[in-house]
């Protein structure tokens, strides 16, 4: 008999335009792992609420997000693709593991600390507890592995902390996720401000590359990126931060390593390698947005993709709520 594959699960907020830094610290793990495991990727509209998002709008960067996932080469009859409203027991799970989360815990969260700085006239508890509904992602799925960007690891080792409690006071209940964070492009540093993430809430700063942008956006950005007073590309994180970004977006768009990049232009000065690297990326996002602008004109397609998902995730997701359920003296219905 076939040994059990090894379950992923991942999301990612539709609280705005996918960026690059998304592509590069998850979605290409997502793929490259996708042959290998079962493979749930969700779009995680519930934890994009934490922070005010314009209906309409929420509505179609989900859809927007759906046919990138899929133009970046996840195969829908292949992974579960699905949105995370559409199976309740992702509310239900959260709200449990809300009670077995420590409010000490909680407020140590990097990621909270951050976005309630950001966001200080509406602190909401959804912020604050925004990680037991993470958990609950990746908990319902009896998940191994979870592909994320270095920012998540915090968040991916609460849950482990979560899991082990409800395991000890309960028994076996939850597999132990682990994070998987890549060697190259695990945090992206904006273009403009390189001491700070790439993310799409901060587009205005002009320090940002999303999938859909176009040819000439992309260039743009590129040539604007913040470098430094000297002339040398060198890999140097800690006193070329600038340089070292574009170097590793550079490596992760090309496989090229850090030496071979250092030695493709010693010499050259910044023009040529930022010229070099937005090429770079222009090709690498040229087809995934292309396929998706077509994806995006089949609106019955990706209704069909995101209800066949729902509807395997919520057969998996049933299977852990139920076992949590009785574990914790609920009546069966
Ligand atoms: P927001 O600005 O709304 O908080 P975001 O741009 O930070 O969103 P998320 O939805 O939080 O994006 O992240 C999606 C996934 O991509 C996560 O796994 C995260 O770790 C990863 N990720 C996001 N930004 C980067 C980045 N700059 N570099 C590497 N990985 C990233
Ligand atoms: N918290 C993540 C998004 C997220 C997620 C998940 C990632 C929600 N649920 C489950 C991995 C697994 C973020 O802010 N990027």
């Known amino acids: 008999m076939d040994e059990k594959r090894k379950v992923i699960f991942s ?7 996918l960026t690059l830094g ?3 610290g998850a979605l290409k793990n997502w793929v490259a792992l996708s042959d290998e495991y079962e493979c749930y990727y969700c779009i995680v509209d519930m934890h994009a609420i934490t922070v005010r998002q314009d209906p309409a709008e929420l509505r179609r960067n989900t859809l927007s997000q759906l046919a990138q996932y899929i133009s970046c ?3 829908p009859s ?3 693709v699905f949105i995370q409203s559409h199976v309740p027991a992702h509310a239900e799970l959260g709200w449990v593991l809300d009670c077995y989360a420590m409010f000490g815990e909680l407020s140590r969260m990097t990621q909270f600390k951050d976005k309630a700085a950001k966001n200080a006239d509406n602190i909401n508890a959804g912020l604050f507890t925004y990680p037991c509904l993470m958990a609950a992602d990746i908990l319902l799925y009896q998940t191994n592995l979870v592909p994320v960007g270095e920012d998540q ?3 991916v080792e609460l849950t482990r902390d979560i899991a082990h409690r409800f395991n000890t006071i ?4 939850f597999a132990m996720p682990e994070p998987y964070i890549p060697k190259v492009g695990a945090r992206i540093m904006s273009l403009t401000e390189p001491d700070s993430k790439m993310s799409k809430s901060e587009r205005d700063g002009g320090g940002c590359v999303c999938l859909m942008d176009k040819p000439d956006d992309i260039m743009r950005a590129f040539k604007r990126a913040v470098t430094d007073s000297e002339t040398e590309v060198r890999f140097d994180p800690a006193n070329k931060k600038g340089v070292s970004n574009l170097m590793s977006i550079y490596s992760a768009a090309t496989g090229r390593s850090y030496a071979e990049i250092e030695s493709e232009f010693a010499g050259k000065g910044y023009g040529a390698f930022k010229l070099a ?4 990326v222009v090709e690498l ?3 995934i947005r292309e396929r998706a602008e077509d994806l995006l004109k089949n609106k019955d397609y990706l209704v069909q993709v995101y209800r066949d998902g729902a509807e395997k995730a919520s057969r998996a997701a049933a299977r852990t709520l139920r076992k949590v359920y009785k574990k914790i003296g609920f009546v069966e219905r």
Do not use: C, F, M, W
Not at 12 to 17: C, F
Not at 170 to 173: A, I, V
């Open 73 to 75: 080469g996840l195969d």
């Open 277 to 280: 690297v937005g090429e770079s």
């Open 285 to 287: 996002l040229r087809p």
């Open 153 to 155: 690891k915090q968040h």
């Open 78 to 80: 292949k992974n579960v």
């Open 11 to 17: 999301g990612i907020k539709p609280s705005g335009a």
């Open 170 to 173: 309960y028994g076996d209940t």
């Open 22 to 24: 998304s592509y590069l």
